[in-house]
């Protein structure tokens, strides 16, 4: 079956330093990849996303890169801030023999201290 | 509205009262979702319509799960018999384009928290 893991939380970070955090998938099909972010009281966001091996997505200065050959894609800022502070879920999907329904990790919740 | 919408936001059951939740998915969008997100959990994936038809119910749990989608726009996810392991937050996405899912961007709504006592 399909399956996503992602490193476990709480991540505490301070302003302006680096963030990785990791994401593992296997499945079934040729997937495509997700982040969503989850802010304080808002829903479920898409962050960004890649639909084939070696794409990178990115928005808002965060980025992942779809590895087929480590079944990964890590989540990466350079500079975090406070306000980056929220839950953050990988995510894939995969093209038919069923549900077109996403497939989360478990989230990490990051923290940004000032 | 412009966004995903779902109510009630917070709905408080005693055990073995029956709930219906409701989701106004994007106008246009011809795809919609139901998930299920446990306390401390990622979404689990419950069941799928493609306009008014449901393609996929492999996700709901037991049959006191129930969702329709009559007029191929705002959908009801029904639960009969409410448990305690039923209490969790339950979120409707919607997405435009049919047979492309797996590529296809899901927009989510805020959820409906469910507290079964």
């Known amino acids: 079956g399909n399956s996503v893991t992602q490193m476990e939380g709480p991540v505490t970070l301070s302003e302006e330093a680096f963030l990785t955090i990791n994401c593992t998938y296997t499945?079934?099909?040729?997937?495509?990849l997700f982040w969503y972010v989850q802010y304080p009281g808002e829903g479920l966001q898409l962050l960004l996303k890649?639909?084939?091996?070696?794409d990178k997505g990115s928005n808002k200065g965060f980025e992942a890169t779809y590895r087929k050959e480590t079944t990964s894609f890590h989540l990466e800022k350079g500079s975090v801030q406070v306000s980056d502070s929220a839950v953050y879920f990988c995510?894939?999907?995969?093209?038919?023999?069923?549900?077109?329904?996403?497939?989360f990790g478990k989230g990490t919740h990051l923290i940004i201290q000032p | 509205g412009a966004g995903v919408s779902q109510s009630p936001r917070y709905k408080v059951a005693k055990r073995g009262q029956d709930v219906a939740l409701r989701c106004d998915p994007i106008?246009?969008?011809?795809?919609l979702f139901w998930y299920q997100q446990a306390l401390g959990q990622g979404p689990e994936f419950l069941t799928y319509?493609?306009?008014?038809?449901?393609?996929?119910k492999s996700g709901l749990p037991s049959d006191r799960f129930f969702a329709e989608r009559p007029e191929g726009s705002v959908s009801t996810l029904k639960i009969q018999r409410t448990q305690q392991e039923d209490s969790a937050v339950y979120l409707c996405?919607?997405?435009?384009?049919?047979?492309?899912?797996?590529?296809?961007?899901?927009?989510f709504g805020p959820g409906t928290r469910l507290l079964v006592l």
């Open positions: 319509f493609q306009n008014e038809a449901q393609l996929d």
């Open positions: 890649a639909t084939k091996a070696d």
């Open positions: 499945a079934t099909g040729y997937p495509s």
């Open positions: 996405a919607s997405s435009l384009v049919p047979g492309q899912g797996n590529q296809e961007t899901q927009y």
């Open positions: 106008s246009g969008h011809v795809s």
């Open positions: 995510a894939l999907s995969v093209t038919g023999g069923g549900a077109d329904g996403l497939t």
